[in-house]
T-cell receptor, first 112, second 113 residues
Framework: GEDVEQSLFLSVREGDSSVINCTYTDSSSTYLYWYKQEPGAGLQLLTYIFSNMDMKQDQRLTVLLNKKDKHLSLRIADTQTGDSAIYFCADRSGGGADGLTFGKGTHLIIQP | DARVTQTPRHKVTEMGQEVTMRCQPILGHNTVFWYRQTMMQGLELLAYFRNRAPLDDSGMPKDRFSAEMPDATLATLKIQPSEPRDSAVYFC???????????FGPGTRLTVL
């Protein structure tokens, strides 16, 4: 079945860039998503990318997609303490199914 | 500011009791999804609806779980009887066919003792 993998933790210093990586197995994925979850809260959609694109930028966020390697990354420039959260990668299959398959999430820890 | 709403936000119940969770999708959205989040399994899709019709509930334990959309403004997820292993956060999300975003509600944290 489909699988989405992420590292569990990432620690960065405030002001540095954070790069969160994700790999997926479903070659029919049409859209790939990044969600942010703060403690006790729901999931906030940060951005998504269509599978025929290789990059998308939105303010401090840059998404890179390597479709050949099935690798997705989220770069957060100038990381702030408010960026501390769990970041989930998810994909949406092109097989007609609309539900998302999520990775386990990456805990982003900000060091002062 | 349109949001998905879910009630209750927290629910503590005893094993064997019936639990009903409710979701109000964003007005105008025609797809509704139920997800469950646990420490062990992460986020899993339980069921989803398009135009109130159930399209996929393969992720849901059929013997005790049921999902319905009585109308376009209400989706329900029911567990009967509940078991301790059902303890999790249950999220509802909604979206529109022609768009690609899914917007999540704040979740219902369920604890079954």
């Amino acid at each position: 079945g489909e699988d989405v993998e992420q590292s569990l933790f990432l620690s960065v210093r405030e002001g540095d860039s954070s790069v969160i990586n994700c790999t997926y197995t479903d070659s029919s994925s049409t859209y790939l998503y990044w969600y942010k979850q703060e403690p006790g809260a729901g999931l906030q959609l940060l951005t998504y990318i269509f599978s025929n694109m290789d990059m998308k930028q939105d303010q401090r966020l840059t998404v890179l997609l390597n479709k050949k390697d099935k690798h997705l990354s989220l770069r957060i420039a100038d990381t702030q303490t408010g960026d501390s959260a769990i970041y989930f990668c998810a994909d949406r299959s092109g097989g007609g199914a609309d539900g998302l398959t999520f990775g386990k999430g990456t805990h982003l820890i900000i060091q002062p | 500011d349109a949001r998905v709403t879910q009630t209750p936000r927290h629910k503590v119940t005893e094993m064997g009791q019936e639990v009903t969770m409710r979701c109000q999708p964003i007005l105008g959205h025609n797809t509704v999804f139920w997800y469950r989040q646990t420490m062990m399994q992460g986020l899993e899709l339980l069921a989803y609806f398009r135009n109130r019709a159930p399209l996929d509930d393969s992720g849901m334990p059929k013997d005790r779980f049921s999902a319905e959309m009585p109308d376009a403004t209400l989706a329900t997820l029911k567990i009967q009887p509940s078991e301790p292993r059902d303890s999790a956060v249950y999220f509802c999300a909604s979206g529109r066919d022609e768009e690609r975003e899914q917007f999540f509600g704040p979740g219902t944290r369920l604890t079954v003792l």
